[in-house]
Nanobody, 117 residues
């Protein structure tokens, strides 16, 4: 059974920081591209950042220079360090695991991030 469990969300003031974690089980973690997506009320889910199985990160333009994605294959965990948070970063953040070659995609249940102005 595949599980992606996010943690670390919460309420923070603008300019503050949060670190999200996503612990994966039931998959060969090191072989998966891992990503963070977010969905704000009334908006579509959007990609925030992704880190490939080869450890290459990529970011949405809106978070470049503020967010950092990383992974620890020994702990089967992916992180999202979010600095200089803005009210427009408020959303539910979802962890995503993807193995393109096998057409496999998994999602976590989401964690709420709220940034107050």
């Amino acid at each position: 059974q595949v599980q992606l469990v996010e943690s670390g969300g919460g309420l923070v003031q603008a300019g503050g920081s949060l670190r999200l974690s996503c612990a994966a089980s039931g998959i060969s973690f090191s072989r998966y591209d891992m990503g963070w997506f977010r969905q704000a009320p009334g908006k579509q889910r959007e990609l925030v950042a992704i880190i490939t199985s080869g450890d290459t990160p990529n970011y949405a333009d809106s978070v470049k220079g503020r967010f950092t994605i990383s992974r620890d294959n020994a702990k089967n965990t992916v992180y999202l360090q979010m600095n200089s948070l803005k009210p427009e970063d408020t959303a539910v953040y979802y962890c995503n695991a993807r193995r393109v070659a096998l057409g496999l995609v998994y999602w976590g249940q989401g964690t709420q991030v709220t940034v107050s102005s």
